[in-house]
């Protein structure tokens, strides 16, 4: 499984699924969520809170409506928001579902942000490394392309550094 450090808008991007950084209530909300809304139309936002609340750590999956997508895998890294921050372990849970729901929805390709940082409160670099950890030590049955995609060039800087370190070691 090719893991690649891009820079962009997570709405923009082409793949099988595209993950959304989301708080327990599945409420879409700025950042990510926000991006992922308006791209794919209000009716993501309604499927999304229909199918919450989750577990700190879980996902659920909707439709990607007018994303160029299959399906959007709601990420729960942080509580909902206002109540909480993300942590380690939400981080680590939340990205190793994210893998597995796309391997079981057989998708090949997935993009995902930095969950649980920004908004969230999680330090960028150290969830980036517990992300990237998380995604190398995952034996994929149908994901061959996962993109972790960074919003600016300071985030993507810090993302593929990261990243890199993880590969060497």
């Known amino acids: 499984m090719e893991l690649e450090v891009v820079r962009g808008d997570i709405a923009a991007q082409s793949a099988d699924a595209l993950v959304n950084a989301a708080g327990t209530s599945l409420q879409m ?4 969520a926000g991006a992922l ?4 139309g209000r009716e993501i936002n309604e499927e999304a809170v ?3 609340p989750v577990d700190l750590g879980a996902v659920a ?3 990607a409506y007018d994303l160029d997508a299959e399906h959007v895998i709601h990420a729960a890294a942080m509580p909902h928001y206002g109540s909480g921050e993300a942590t380690a372990e939400s981080i680590r849970s939340a990205t190793r579902n ?4 796309a391997d079981q929805l057989d998708c090949a ?4 942000p930095a969950l649980g940082c920004g908004v969230a409160g999680f330090e960028l670099a150290e969830g980036a490394r517990i992300i990237c950890e998380e995604i190398d030590a995952y034996d994929p049955e149908s994901l061959a392309d996962v993109r972790f995609i960074a919003y600016s060039d300071e985030e993507y800087e810090t993302v593929q550094r990261v990243a890199e370190d993880v590969r060497s070691e």
């Open 37 to 40: 809304r308006r791209g794919a």
């Open 109 to 112: 390709s997935l993009v995902l």
């Open 98 to 101: 994210s893998l597995e729901r």
């Open 29 to 32: 909300g700025s950042g990510v």
């Open 50 to 52: 229909s199918k919450g």
């Open 61 to 63: 999956v909707t439709d």
